[in-house]
């Protein structure tokens, strides 16, 4: 059973927390490199989910407009429609770069162009126009000329960014059948895909035959709105922090959110895996240190998928792992445990920071300055369980309050290895304080497994 006694969920809690924030915040400089990611079996795969992944190389590359080196018979491949018929995307990546090639149909403009659209942080659901942490590398295809630009946040406002210029280098060739572009993307220059983190991307072939002549992949259209964009994750790549463990993070669709969650969770050293609850019964959950239940899975007493309500509860709970439940849905899903911080105990409302009780350690705040601790930007729907009642049971912990005038309402609370981050905001809304503290219970619940499950 996973189970623990009051006294004992503290101490591991102090004991645990001492040794989260070294690993964590260590530099890139000094931290240990791993470009081999553990080997996955899970299912579902990311490609079930949108997510498209780009495969490693050890194959030297020329990245000279040609594109017919060795190690592009294992890239990856997706077509799209060009002007003159259908063109070809090819990606591969190394320890240190990621390859693009676009072979186009011959174009007649003179000044066609190619164009990568780069999303380094995943984040293009949340708004419509690319912002100034959106790119556009252009490689002119008569001209050789390759020139960056970075989005504004109004339709195609790229304007020129002459600080990335360093970051990449194209080449193209033309010939009477084909326009080609070929790219070499430094990887940790624009933080792409470290440790596993999902990233936004798009291959234009522009001005064809004319200006607004634009032919491109996923989309064909829509370069300047990365929503558009294809999501992907580097199969192998470099991670510039330790390994701490594996997370499954089941959800219902709400995708933005998702990535926002495996993004800073991979950043931290986490190897995540995103289950949509129409995966969860083909899931393996026992292999995971932890696994987390997103907001979006539920709404008090209804979670899940009815009616296979009950058939999805039991198989993430006979995995006998900790479970790290986030707003409204954590909530839910405890409720159908029958415990102590899930419905029917809580009330709901927009929050934005918590106070500190008595009874927490203080190292899981460590990192914050300041009681209250803001850890959202704004305030976000929140779940507080309630403590006003005669008894509580002895493995409940709260760790933080809502108001410090009632004093009687707990978001961020453990019950044995089970944990609620009442809030239901993403990390996109959250503060640095509350990024802190959401890795450092994160980091808590992984060892849980470790420490409190049978082996």
Same mark, same amino acid.
């Given at each position: ?18 040794? +989260? ?39 030297? +590359?020329?990245? #000279?407009? $040609? ?35 676009? +072979? ?35 490689? @002119? ?70 200006? @607004?002549? #634009? ?8 370069? #300047? ?53 129409? #995966? ?23 979670? @899940? ?39 029917? $105990? ?15 350690? @203080? ?16 305030? $976000? ?33 453990? $019950? ?23 890795? +450092? ?15």
């Amino acid at each position: 059973m996973c189970k623990s006694s009051r006294f004992m969920a503290i101490f591991l809690v102090m004991m645990l927390v001492g040794s +989260i924030l070294g690993p964590a915040q260590a530099t890139s400089a000094a931290a240990v490199r791993q470009s081999v990611q553990p080997k996955s079996i899970l299912t579902p795969s990311s490609t079930s989910i949108g997510i498209l992944n780009i495969p490693q190389t050890d194959v030297p +590359i020329k990245v #000279d407009g $040609q594109c017919n080196d060795a190690a592009y018979a294992s890239a990856f491949s997706q077509t799209f429609t060009d002007g003159g018929g259908s063109g070809t995307v090819l990606m591969v990546h190394t320890a240190t770069k990621l390859i693009i090639c676009m +072979i186009g149909t011959a174009g007649t403009f003179s000044q066609r162009s190619g164009a990568v659209y780069l999303d380094p942080q995943g984040d293009g659901n949340t708004y419509t126009y690319a912002e100034k942490n959106d790119f556009r590398l252009q490689v @002119g295809i008569l001209s050789g000329a390759n020139t960056s630009y970075q989005g504004t946040g109004v339709a195609d406002g790229y304007v020129t960014d002459a600080a990335v210029a360093g970051f990449w280098s194209g080449s193209a060739t033309a010939d009477p059948k084909s326009d080609i572009v070929e790219y070499e993307i430094d990887l940790a220059s624009f933080a792409i895909g470290d440790c596993g983190q999902v990233f936004g991307l798009a291959v234009y072939h522009h001005a064809y035959a004319a200006v @607004g002549d #634009d032919y491109g992949w996923p989309s064909n259209k829509f370069y #300047d709105q990365p929503r558009t964009w294809q999501l992907l994750k580097l199969t192998n790549g470099p991670c510039s922090t330790t390994r701490k463990g594996t997370v499954a993070y089941v959800f219902r669709g709400e995708l933005s959110s998702a990535i926002s969650f495996h993004n800073l969770l991979s950043g931290a050293g986490y190897t995540v895996t995103l289950v949509p609850l129409s #995966d969860v019964a083909a899931t393996d959950f026992s292999v995971f240190h932890l696994i987390v239940i997103a907001d979006d899975t539920g709404n008090l007493n209804t979670w @899940g998928i009815p009616p296979a309500t009950a058939a999805q509860v039991d198989k993430i709970k006979a995995a006998n792992k900790p479970v790290l439940g986030l707003g409204e849905g954590g909530y839910s899903f405890f409720g159908q445990l029958g415990l102590f911080i899930g419905w029917p $105990q809580g009330w709901h409302g927009p929050q934005e920071k918590m106070w500190k009780t008595a009874s927490s350690p @203080g190292s899981i705040f460590t990192g914050t300055s300041s009681n209250p601790v803001n850890h959202y930007l704004s305030p $976000q729907n929140s779940v507080g369980i309630y403590l006003g009642v005669p008894s509580i049971p002895s493995d409940v912990v709260p760790f933080a309050l809502e108001d410090p005038q009632a004093l009687n309402h707990s978001p961020l609370i453990i $019950q044995n290895c089970r944990m609620l981050w009442g809030n239901g905001g993403n990390p996109y809304q959250m503060t640095v304080d509350g990024k802190t503290v959401f890795l +450092i219970r994160s980091r808590i619940c992984s060892h849980f497994s470790a420490h409190l499950l049978p082996r």
